[in-house]
C-alpha cells in the first residue's frame, strides 16, 4: 500500500494507491474523514454500469448512500451537468456533512468538486479516480470546471478534496484509446520531472511487445500501480509548494497550450484530452529543439516511443492560424503575452514567455495532417 500525505493551505488529506483498494473503501472512508452522515456517489451511466453493483454493495453496508449519475463524456461538463447536479443534491436535501463520492474520470472529477466547493458553500469530497488520467492528474490538486462557450475549464475553483483513493485495478476495464489518453500524461511526467517513470513503463509494455493489445496488458500488470504512484507523488509535491497555480505547477501544462487549443478547434467530441496533449507535447519538444535546447535526436527517441504507446504524433482537420488565435485564450496567457513551458534538457522544464511567433506556427504545421 502507498500512501501520500498532501498538506494545502485547508486541508491536510490522504492519497491512498493500491490494487484493489476498493474492497476497503469503508474503511478508509471511516478512518479518514470524521462522522460521515450520507455518501453522495457521483458517476456516469458507463462507469456506473460497470461498477455500480459492486460500489453500492460496499458503500450502502455501511453507509447511507445516494447517486447521481451524469451523462457520458466531455460535452457534458458544463453548466447544465452542474445544474443538474445542484437539482439532484436539494432533492436529496444533501448537507455541508455530506459526502460527494466522485467516481470516475476526469469529467466527473472535475464536474462534481466543483459541485462539492459550490453546493452549501462546500461539502466533503472524495476524488475515487477511475482513469489513468483522473488517477495521475485530475484527482490531485483541487482544480474543478466545467467547460463554457467552447472554452476549456473556464469556469471553476480550487477545491482540495478530503481523500483520494486510487484503485489502479479500476483501469482494466479501460478502452485502449483512453488507456492512451492517460499514457501521454504518464509520458509528460516523464520527460518533465522523471525519465525513470518512461523507463519503468517501457519494462512493462516490452513485456508484451509483439501483442496488439500491449498496453491493455500493461495496465493489467501488478507494477503499473508504482507508475501511478510516482506521478501522484510528483504532482502532491508541487501543488505543495504552489497550490494555486501562481509559478511552479505551470510546468504541469507542459504540452498543454498547444493541447488545448487542438482540443478547442477540434472539438471536445472529436479529439480526447490525452490525444491533444500527447500531439502538444511533440510541439513543446520541436520548439525546445528551435531554441537550441534539445537535440534533434531526442526527438526521434519520442518518436520510437510514441509508437510503442500507439500515441498519436499529428492532429488533423484545420490551418495553423486557428490553432494559434485559440492559444491567446489560454489561461496562461496574460495580457497577450505567450507562456509556455519549454524542456532546456530531459527534466529540465523551463517556463518560457514572449515566444517568437514564427517559431510556435512551425512547430504546430509540422504536427499537422
Ligand atoms: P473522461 O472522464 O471523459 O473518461 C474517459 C472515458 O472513460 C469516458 O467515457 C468514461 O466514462 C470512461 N471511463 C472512465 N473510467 C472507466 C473505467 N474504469 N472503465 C471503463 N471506462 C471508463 O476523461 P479523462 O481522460 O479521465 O479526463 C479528461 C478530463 O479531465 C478533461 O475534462 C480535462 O480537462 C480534465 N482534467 C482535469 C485536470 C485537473 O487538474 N482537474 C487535469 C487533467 C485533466
Ligand atoms: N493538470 C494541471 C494542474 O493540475 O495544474
Known amino acids: 500500500m502507498k500512501s501520500i500525505e498532501v498538506k494545502t493551505l485547508n486541508k491536510i488529506y490522504n492519497i491512498y494507491i493500491e490494487n484493489h483498494i476498493t474492497d476497503q473503501l469503508v474503511t478508509y472512508l471511516k478512518d479518514n474523514i470524521k462522522s460521515i452522515n450520507n455518501i453522495i456517489l457521483v458517476s456516469n451511466e458507463k462507469i456506473y454500469t460497470i461498477y455500480g453493483e459492486r460500489i453500492k454493495k460496499i458503500?450502502?453496508?455501511?453507509?447511507?448512500?445516494?447517486?447521481?449519475?451524469?451523462?457520458?463524456g466531455e460535452k457534458y461538463k458544463n453548466l447544465d451537468t452542474l445544474k443538474y447536479i445542484y437539482t439532484e443534491l436539494l432533492k436529496i436535501n444533501a448537507r455541508r456533512n455530506d459526502v460527494i463520492l466522485s467516481f470516475?474520470?476526469?469529467?466527473?472529477?472535475?464536474?462534481?468538486?466543483?459541485?462539492?466547493?459550490?453546493?452549501n458553500r462546500g461539502m466533503g469530497l472524495v476524488q475515487y479516480p477511475t482513469t489513468i488520467i483522473a488517477q495521475v492528474d485530475s484527482?490531485?490538486?483541487?482544480?474543478?470546471?466545467?467547460?463554457?462557450?467552447?472554452?476549456?475549464?473556464?469556469?471553476?475553483?480550487?477545491?482540495?478534496?478530503?481523500?483520494?483513493?486510487?484503485?489502479?485495478?479500476l483501469l482494466i476495464t479501460l478502452e485502449e484509446k483512453e488507456i492512451i489518453n492517460?499514457?501521454?500524461?504518464?509520458?509528460?511526467?516523464?520527460?518533465?520531472?522523471d525519465y525513470q517513470i518512461i523507463n519503468d513503463l517501457l519494462k512493462i509494455v516490452n513485456k508484451y511487445k509483439n501483442s496488439d493489445d500491449r498496453l491493455l496488458k500493461t495496465v493489467k500488470n501488478e507494477e503499473f500501480g508504482n507508475i501511478i504512484y510516482k506521478c501522484v507523488k510528483i504532482k502532491s509535491e508541487i501543488i505543495e509548494k504552489d497550490e494555486f497555480d501562481t509559478g511552479e505547477?505551470?510546468?504541469?501544462?507542459?504540452?498543454?497550450?498547444?493541447?488545448?487549443?487542438?482540443e478547442k478547434i477540434i472539438g471536445f467530441d472529436?479529439?480526447?484530452?490525452?490525444?491533444?496533449?500527447?500531439?502538444?507535447?511533440?510541439?513543446?519538444?520541436?520548439?525546445?529543439?528551435?531554441?537550441?535546447?534539445?537535440?534533434?535526436?531526442?526527438?526521434?527517441?519520442?518518436?520510437?516511443?510514441?509508437?510503442?504507446?500507439?500515441?498519436?504524433?499529428?492532429?488533423?482537420?484545420?490551418?495553423?492560424?486557428?490553432?494559434?488565435?485559440a492559444i491567446k485564450f489560454d489561461k496562461k496567457f496574460v495580457s497577450g503575452i505567450n507562456k509556455f513551458i519549454l524542456l532546456k534538457d530531459?527534466?529540465?522544464?523551463?517556463?518560457?514567455?514572449?515566444?517568437?511567433?514564427?517559431?510556435?506556427?512551425s512547430s504546430i504545421i509540422k504536427y499537422i495532417r
Do not use: W
Open 249 to 262: 505547477r505551470h510546468v504541469l501544462n507542459f504540452g498543454h497550450t498547444i493541447g488545448h487549443a487542438f
Open 104 to 119: 470516475g474520470g476526469g469529467v466527473v472529477g472535475d464536474t462534481a468538486g466543483l459541485a462539492a466547493a459550490t453546493f
Open 139 to 169: 484527482s490531485v490538486g483541487g482544480k474543478t470546471a466545467v467547460n463554457f462557450e467552447n472554452i476549456k475549464n473556464v469556469i471553476g475553483c480550487f477545491y482540495q478534496p478530503d481523500l483520494i483513493i486510487t484503485d489502479p485495478k
Open 270 to 325: 472529436n479529439i480526447n484530452h490525452g490525444q491533444a496533449v500527447a500531439v502538444g507535447i511533440l510541439c513543446a519538444v520541436d520548439m525546445s529543439i528551435s531554441y537550441g535546447y534539445l537535440d534533434i535526436d531526442f526527438k526521434n527517441k519520442l518518436h520510437s516511443l510514441y509508437n510503442t504507446l500507439k500515441l498519436p504524433e499529428f492532429v488533423s482537420g484545420f490551418k495553423p492560424d486557428e490553432i494559434y488565435n
Open 182 to 193: 492517460g499514457l501521454s500524461e504518464i509520458v509528460k511526467y516523464g520527460l518533465v520531472f
Open 59 to 72: 458503500i450502502s453496508s455501511n453507509f447511507n448512500l445516494k447517486k447521481i449519475i451524469l451523462k457520458d
Open 346 to 361: 530531459v527534466n529540465k522544464p523551463i517556463i518560457c514567455t514572449d515566444l517568437n511567433e514564427k517559431i510556435i506556427k
